[in-house]
């Protein structure tokens, strides 16, 4: 009896260049494995590829190693954050407040 397969996606994506691969992977196959299958590497020399934050559909996964994915699940790889959300939302707010002030 053949072993059964399922079709999941790598995604990685950077301000100008997005790369999605589709792969049919053995059942029981985690995330860490199917990154390294999917050569996304290849594709962005820079990516370190074994230490990047994993996710599926936005959430973020602690143990990529040991999620086992379903069929049609996509495997996400995260950049680092250029900047810290909070504090670009405490500077937008500051700069709404001054124009306010500015035009009262």
Do not use: W
């Amino acid at each position: 009896m053949a072993d059964k397969t399922m079709v999941v996606e790598v995604a990685y994506a950077l301000p100008h260049k997005q790369k999605i691969i589709s792969l049919s992977v053995p059942e029981g196959t985690n995330m860490s494995e199917a990154v390294a299958l999917s050569r996304m590497g290849d594709h962005f020399p820079e990516l370190d590829v074994e230490s990047c934050p994993l996710g599926i559909f936005g959430k973020t996964v602690a143990k990529p190693a040991e999620r086992v994915l379903q069929p049609g699940e996509r495997v996400e790889m995260y950049r680092p954050l250029i900047a810290d959300p909070k504090e670009v939302r405490k500077q937008r707010a500051a700069k709404a407040k001054a124009a306010k002030e500015d035009s009262a």
